[in-house]
């Protein structure tokens, strides 16, 4: 009866403590993985800057969508279109990548791969100042 009276309580803490431990867990994964893609407000006019425009061409991009993955709009003769380095194939309307990237986002919608790498990014615009 006093292992079972043993049991019991043991038991009643490992459960008290995951249900303690588990909302701390969660919300240290919520952090980790938005401080990956979320950009600062000093930031995203570097990355805004650093992105090519280019007139959309339906002889250009004939292989690939004709729809903006953001908006859901199809591709008109000579918007304006952004590629994203991550592939050539992921261009979107140049009015909602910035939105995008306006939001807070350093990925690709699609691949969510980083639109610029932001080391790298800060040392180039220390040396513009220079």
């Known amino acids: 009866m006093l ?8 038991q009643m803490l490992m459960y008290g403590f995951v249900i303690l431990c588990l909302p701390l867990i969660i919300c ?12 600062s407000e000093q930031t995203i006019p570097k990355v805004l800057r650093k992105l090519t ?3 959309f ?3 250009r991009f004939r292989n690939d969508e004709n729809t903006c993955s953001i908006c859901y709009v199809e591709y008109q003769m000579e918007d304006d279109v952004t590629p994203l380095s991550c592939n050539p ?6 009015k909602c990548i910035e939105e995008w990237i306006k ?6 919608p ?7 790498d932001l080391n790298n990014l800060s040392v180039a615009s220390d040396e513009e100042a220079i």
């Open 53 to 55: 425009v280019t007139k």
């Open 89 to 94: 194939h992921h261009y979107f309307h140049t």
């Open 103 to 108: 939001r807070g986002h350093n990925s690709c």
């Open 57 to 59: 061409n339906p002889e």
């Open 28 to 39: 240290y994964l919520w952090r980790a993985q938005g401080s990956q893609v979320d950009l």
């Open 110 to 116: 699609l691949c969510r791969l980083p639109i610029r």
């Open 3 to 10: 292992v079972l009276l043993i049991v019991g309580y043991f």
